[in-house]
């Protein structure tokens, strides 16, 4: 998004498909949909394939994520090297902050009204007070957390990617500082790119390791943050960048269908970072102008639409199911309720998270970035 609101509509395509895949994902951990038509139609094996990998959505929102803030950054400050400290980390509290203190207030106030999906739980063994799953929330460290005890807390355990990206973005605007030269922050980038593949190799055991550390998820927004570094220098544009976009979605298409991420995670991860990287390559404009409406665009509006909203529907949409299992559990759903559950699901989250940014996160943001500009 540039400096006057408007939006790059191909990044929130690509934005738009990471987020279904995780909603999609989520909701078939809860209620797996073997015994439904759709199943009987694409085969259980179809379905499981689509739904099983939804962390590789997540890898794609890093990559995103890596990708805008340093365009965005460069543009905004005439350079990484002179990047406004102070200013950066306004603009990301002004983000960041209401809608976690929102999704806080929810779960907490649900819990305490006894209500068990919202509650914290002890799937290692070991149990984890509401204050320890606050602080971790607003510290950054819920990966953390969710590594050593379990998904303790059911809605909030999405926040350990929030944890992954915020701890990044802590040092981001030092770096650009202290290194000043693109040259040196792509090398430094680069060197994290490297890292994360040899981290999930040496924690293949350990499903916290190679899905939720910082290590094995930082070479995403890295290379987000190299491919905006290098969009700068040359285009990708023409019948050839067409090409090789189709080839790039093939790959990432068979990746993602290929195996399960535990079994696929080491290069994995890397492959679909880069192939999502080319894309954004694609879709960059300079001058940060969205592109002309088309008709390849006028199908994919809808997908957009939820690309645009992804902030708020990944932070919220576990609300919507944890409330959706509270009144219609898992055990007592058969068959093809489990598809009209479906698309309730995805139908108030959006309606939630559309809710929740124009009338509270986005002129929160604003209000938010004056207030702390002018402090």
């Known amino acids: 998004m540039n400096e006057a609101g408007q939006r790059n509509r191909r990044i929130d395509l690509i934005r738009g498909v990471s987020i279904l895949l995780v909603l999609f994902h989520h909701f078939n951990i809860a209620y797996h949909l073997n015994d439904t038509i759709l199943a009987g139609t694409f085969g259980w094996n179809a379905v499981r394939a689509v739904a099983r990998n939804g962390n590789y959505g997540v890898t794609m929102f890093f990559v995103i994520s890596g990708f805008l803030i340093t365009s965005n950054a460069g543009r905004r400050w005439a350079g990484l090297g002179s990047v406004d400290t102070r200013a950066f980390y306004a603009r990301r509290v002004a983000r960041i902050m209401p809608c976690l203190l929102l999704l806080l207030a929810i779960v907490n106030v649900a819990a305490l009204a006894g209500l068990a999906t919202f509650e914290n739980h002890a799937p290692a063994g070991t149990s984890v007070s509401f204050w ?105 544009r023409g019948r050839w960048a067409v090409v090789l976009q189709g080839v790039v979605v093939a790959g990432m298409g068979y990746l993602y269908l290929y195996r399960p991420i535990g079994e696929t995670n080491v290069l994995g991860v890397t492959a679909m970072a880069l192939g999502t990287a080319v894309l954004l390559l694609a879709a960059y404009d300079r001058n940060d102008a969205p592109r002309e409406k088309s008709a390849w665009y006028t199908p994919t509006a809808g997908i957009a639409w939820f690309g645009r909203r992804s902030y708020e529907l990944y932070l919220f949409h576990l609300i919507v199911l944890g409330a959706i299992r509270t009144v219609r559990p898992p055990r007592v759903v058969m068959g093809d309720e489990k598809l009209l559950l479906l698309a309730l699901f995805f139908v108030l989250s959006a309606i939630l998270s559309a809710g929740v940014a124009r009338f509270y996160s986005e002129p929160l943001n604003r209000k938010l970035r004056n207030w702390l500009n002018a402090v």
């Open 132 to 236: 320890i799953v606050n602080l971790a929330s607003l510290t950054f460290w819920m990966n953390v957390l969710i590594a050593a005890h379990g998904w303790v807390n059911y809605p909030l355990g999405v926040l350990w990617s929030l944890s992954v990206e915020e701890v990044f973005y802590l040092a981001f605007p030092l770096l650009c500082i202290v290194l000043r030269r693109e040259s040196r922050l792509l090398a430094f980038w680069l060197v994290i790119a490297a890292i994360g593949p040899l981290y999930r190799f040496t924690h293949q055991s350990d499903e916290g390791g190679f899905l939720y550390a910082y290590f094995a998820c930082f070479d995403g927004i890295a290379i987000g943050c190299c491919a905006a570094v290098l969009a700068k220098r040359f285009v990708l």
